[in-house]
């Protein structure tokens, strides 16, 4: 299977939601310009709707649902030069533990690369461990390539597959202010953070205050997914929901807004946020951009990632026409740059992950895959992971998994019908039940 890189590469994206789409798609389009993309939707809670796939606006040339077992079975059967995982940590570990065993000697395989969607302030050894043994850990800044190897080697794992690139979707037009007009203040949702509908509330509130003091101003309220739908994390409290529940309803110059975060920072002025990765895209372009600090500077908000870059700021700061700016340096570790001038510096970005890949694909044969969990290291934790994707401590589909026949159309159809009910039903549980019960609980 070793291709010339001169030809088009045949890549394959396995993804879980719609924002590791987003940047496994991305991803594989920065590592290789030319390329054949075939994606993979693993089928979950989180399995982005056509509207999410249409908002995120990355195509591939195949893209198709699928099982873990299913998708090591397409492996297996196709030629693939580069597999990239856009997949939470559980879910990586068992297809490197799956695509181990199919291939447990020296072999002719496709290169895996891994990475993170965003900005890692959460689980960092734990999400690290669980993707150790792809040939490429990608790290999103200097910043966490450093932190990235701390870990490995801090565990005594190879360090070596991790590379330093970038967030593959920042870019466009480095921001410039608009003299005059209305001025457009965007609020960036996030689905989990803040978890409380106190949190929330306050939040939204303190939006809509906002635009009722300041009428020339437009606020728009930036949301990832309609209830209903899941992305990346659980939504137990969807804004649109609170969002009816504003007294006097949204003011005319506030409202809801849905779409690609790209084209919505296009019209911004002030981007807020708790924590999102928007920001970096926010602060990329050079826009002033306030990560609130009105719930506090807490771990489990994730704005702490934040600190030292001189963007911290309060809802009453900016009510007040704060407007945050930038340190250069904290933006250098980060891998942005204010006003896009990261330029030839983020065009070359990915240099050193395309001529790792390129030096793999070269190869006859490539070593076994080598995950830092094994039945060796976490005999108590491995089998449980592998288990949730259907796998054996050996990595082999468990009785059951494996897809013995094509089926026919009337049972692809049943079984889809099947699907798309209980993840309704999943849905229905986690936003509305959920948040009933944890309310009787605190009775």
């Not at 906002?210 to 409290?237: D, F, M, N, Y």
């Not at 409202?255 to 924590?275: A, I, N």
């Not at 001038?341 to 044969?365: C, M, N, P, V």
Request: aromatic share 6%.
């Amino acid at each position: 299977m070793p291709v010339s890189t001169e030809r088009n590469l045949r890549v394959a994206v396995l993804a879980d939601s719609d924002t590791r789409w987003k940047w496994g798609a991305l991803t594989a389009h920065r590592l290789a310009p030319e390329l054949h993309l075939t994606g993979f939707l693993l089928r979950g809670r989180a399995t982005p709707t056509a509207r999410q796939l249409g908002e995120v606006g990355v195509k591939a040339d195949r893209l198709s649902e699928v099982t873990s077992t299913e998708f090591l079975q397409e492996i297996r059967n196709e030629q693939y030069d580069v597999v990239v995982l856009a997949l939470v940590g559980g879910a990586a570990q068992a297809m490197l533990h799956g695509l181990r065993r199919l291939w447990p000697t020296p072999a002719a395989r496709p290169v895996l690369v891994t990475g993170y969607v965003g900005v890692v302030y959460e689980k960092l050894a734990d999400g690290l461990l669980l993707r150790h043994g792809a040939d490429l850990v990608l790290a999103n800044s200097r910043h966490d390539a450093e932190r990235f190897r701390a870990v490995y080697e801090g565990v005594g794992a190879d360090a070596g597959s991790v590379v330093e690139t970038a967030l593959p979707f920042l870019g466009g037009a480095p921001y410039e202010e608009r003299p005059g007009g209305t001025e457009t203040v965007v609020f960036a949702a996030q689905p989990s953070v803040p978890e409380s509908r106190a949190d929330r509330t306050y939040l939204l509130r303190r939006a809509v205050e906002h635009a009722r003091l300041h009428p020339l101003r437009e606020v728009l309220i930036k949301l990832r997914s309609k209830p209903g739908e899941h992305t990346t994390h659980l939504e137990e409290l969807p804004y649109q929901r609170i969002a009816d529940r504003i007294p006097g309803g949204l003011p005319a110059n506030c409202r809801l807004v849905y779409g690609h975060m790209g084209e919505v920072l296009d019209r911004t002025d002030l981007l807020v946020t708790v924590s999102s990765t928007a920001a970096l895209e926010s602060l990329h372009r050079g826009i002033p951009t306030a990560l609130l600090t009105d719930l506090g500077v807490r771990e489990a908000l994730g704005n702490h990632h934040f600190l030292g870059s001189g963007c911290l700021a309060s809802w009453d700061e900016l009510d007040e026409g704060h407007r945050p700016q930038a340190d250069p340096e904290w933006l250098a570790r980060q891998g942005v740059a204010a006003g896009g001038s990261y330029g030839d510096i983020y065009a070359s970005a990915f240099d050193a992950a395309r001529k790792r890949i390129a030096e793999l694909t070269e190869q006859r044969e490539l070593p076994p895959l080598t995950p830092y969990y094994t039945l060796a290291t976490a005999p108590g934790y491995l089998p449980g992971i592998l288990a949730r994707h259907h796998l054996g401590p050996d990595g082999a589909p468990l009785p059951g998994a494996a897809p013995t026949a094509q089926a026919s159309g009337v049972r692809r159809w049943v079984r889809s019908a099947l699907r798309d009910a209980a993840r309704g039903a999943y849905r229905h549980g986690v936003q509305r039940v959920a948040p009933v019960i944890r309310r009787m609980g605190e009775l």
